[in-house]
């Protein structure tokens, strides 16, 4: 499946191109941003860092009953990514870093980046139970603050962190 992030507050068209091609590829979900015209702020290079301080792609997938258990994978222009489980209680969230057990290819385009991720079932505990998910890019045009949003599915908000806008996996 093939699908264009939108902007996250309004739900509207972004001037920030990004599309997202998503599947399964065996035991994998396989995840892969283009994300045009970004000026390729990292904020961090280690792990695990505040990565989403800079520009990055995301990934929050969601297995199991409970909604409100979810991962958080990122990954950065430079390479460095974020990989967490999150409980989400009612907008406190709790995290538990998780070491990198995704891969996560990078590369640098013309005016942007690509990032393909392979994401192994075994790395969520995916089973045989559904999977909801939903994908973020933020650019911040250099590192600054006032960051710009997109998401597949908008949360029609500031945050992203909103399990009622996690979408199933499908690839119809």
Do not use: Q, W
């Not at 290079?45 to 990565?51: A, K, L, T, V």
């Not at 990514?81 to 709790?94: M, W």
């Not at 911040?140 to 006032?146: A, N, S």
């Amino acid at each position: 499946m093939i699908a264009y992030l939108r902007e996250n507050r309004k739900g509207e068209k972004t001037p920030f191109i990004t599309t997202l091609e998503y599947g399964r590829v065996g035991n994998n979900l396989r995840f892969k941003f283009c994300a045009h015209d970004s000026k390729l702020f990292s904020a961090y290079s280690e792990d695990n860092e505040p990565i989403y301080n800079g520009d990055v792609v995301e990934v929050f997938l969601c297995v199991g009953k409970d909604i409100n258990e979810y991962y958080e994978l990122e990954v950065a222009p430079n390479g460095a990514v974020f990989f967490a489980k999150i409980k989400n209680e009612n907008g406190n969230l709790k995290l538990e870093f998780l070491p990198k057990a995704f891969t996560a290819d990078v590369t640098l385009t013309d005016n942007g980046y690509d990032v393909e991720i392979i994401v192994p079932y075994s790395a969520i505990k995916a089973g045989d139970h559904p999977i909801r998910f939903n994908a973020f890019r933020i650019e911040t045009e250099g590192g600054h603050r006032d960051k710009h949003l997109l998401a597949l599915n908008p949360t029609l908000c500031g945050n992203f962190h909103c399990p009622d806008k996690f979408i199933t996996f499908d690839e119809d």
